[in-house]
């Protein structure tokens, strides 16, 4: 008996990971199952910080804090404009390719239209 029980305990060592593994998966809903590596990375960094603080209202605004907000917004301003112009890129290239797919008319077709 006491050896199953002792099969089905993790030892201490096992308990941080395990954690972990557990607030994985709590973020990894439906909705957000195919977020990256980063983006959990940093929920759980922002869910850490809130926890050390209490609330999230108890959070320090320091200038470093402020500072880092306008860089990450900045890069992702950047990073949405790169996305659009990519868009536009990829559009302009797919009507190319439809127009050259297009038969051409030959030029008997073309002055025929004209007689």
């Known amino acids: 008996m006491l050896a199953n029980l002792a099969a089905l305990t993790l030892s201490h060592g096992f308990a941080a990971p395990e954690r972990r593994f557990s607030v994985n998966n709590a973020l990894l809903t439906k909705e957000r199952g195919s977020l990256e590596e980063r983006s959990i990375v940093a929920i759980r960094v922002l869910k850490e910080a809130i926890r050390i603080f209490g609330s999230c209202l108890k959070v320090p605004i320091t200038k470093a804090l402020l500072q880092s907000v306008k860089q990450a917004h900045s890069e992702y301003a950047l990073f949405l404009e790169?996305?659009?112009?990519?868009?536009?890129?990829?559009?302009?290239?797919?009507?190319?390719?439809?127009?050259?797919?297009?038969?051409?008319?030959?030029?008997?077709?073309s002055q025929e239209r004209f007689t």
Do not use: M
Not at 84 to 101: G, Y
């Open 82 to 109: 790169n996305e659009r112009k990519q868009a536009l890129l990829e559009e302009e290239e797919r009507k190319r390719i439809e127009q050259a797919r297009e038969p051409r008319k030959s030029c008997t077709e």
